[in-house]
C-alpha cells in the first residue's frame, strides 16, 4: 500500500452545504436563518457571556476558589475508629461487609479506612482498604493481623 492508495472510507467525507447561491441551490435566499432576527444576522452566537437570561456559562463552571470544586475522581473513603470495634469479640474477622452488618457504614459501596482513635483489647482479622499506621500498630500489638483489600 502506497500513501496515493488511502482514501477515507465510504461515507466519512461530505461536501460541506453551499448556502445562499440561489433558489434552485436549495439553501438559497435567507440560507436556513429564517427571516429576520437576532439569528438572521451576521456574527450571531459566539458570546458566552449573553444567554438570554440564563447564568452566563463562565459563572456556571466550578472553579477552583477555595470552596465549591470536587475533584471528580476522588475516592471518598468511610472512616472507622479504633473505639468501634470494641464491640467485636476476639477472633473476629473485620471487612467490609461485617461492617455494613453492624450499620458502622454510612454508604456500603464505599472503601472502608481504620482510624487511630481508641484503643483495642481483642486480637482481630482486618481486612479494609486502607488503614492508618497507628491503628496498624495497635491492632498488631493486640495480636491482630491486618490485610488490605486491593
Do not use: C
Not at 439569528?39 to 449573553?50: S, T, V
Request: glycine share 14%; proline share 5%; charged share 25%.
Amino acid at each position: 500500500m502506497k500513501l496515493n492508495d488511502l482514501r477515507p472510507n465510504d461515507g466519512a467525507k461530505q461536501d460541506r452545504k453551499r448556502v445562499g447561491r440561489g433558489i434552485s441551490a436549495g439553501q438559497g435566499k435567507t440560507s436556513g436563518r429564517g427571516t429576520k432576527g437576532q439569528g438572521a444576522r451576521r456574527g450571531e452566537g459566539g458570546n458566552l457571556y449573553r444567554q438570554g437570561g440564563n447564568l452566563p456559562f463562565y459563572r456556571r463552571l466550578p472553579f477552583i476558589r477555595g470552596e465549591g470544586f470536587t475533584p471528580p475522581n476522588q475516592i471518598n473513603y468511610t472512616e472507622i475508629n479504633l473505639d468501634q470495634l470494641a464491640r467485636f469479640e476476639k477472633g473476629a474477622e473485620i471487612n467490609p461487609e461485617v461492617l455494613a452488618q453492624a450499620n458502622l457504614l454510612h454508604s456500603a459501596g464505599e472503601p472502608v479506612v481504620i482510624l487511630g482513635r481508641g484503643e483495642v483489647s481483642v486480637a482481630l482479622k482486618v481486612r479494609v482498604h486502607r488503614i492508618s499506621k497507628t491503628a496498624r500498630e495497635k491492632i498488631e500489638k493486640a495480636g491482630g493481623s491486618v490485610e488490605l483489600i486491593a
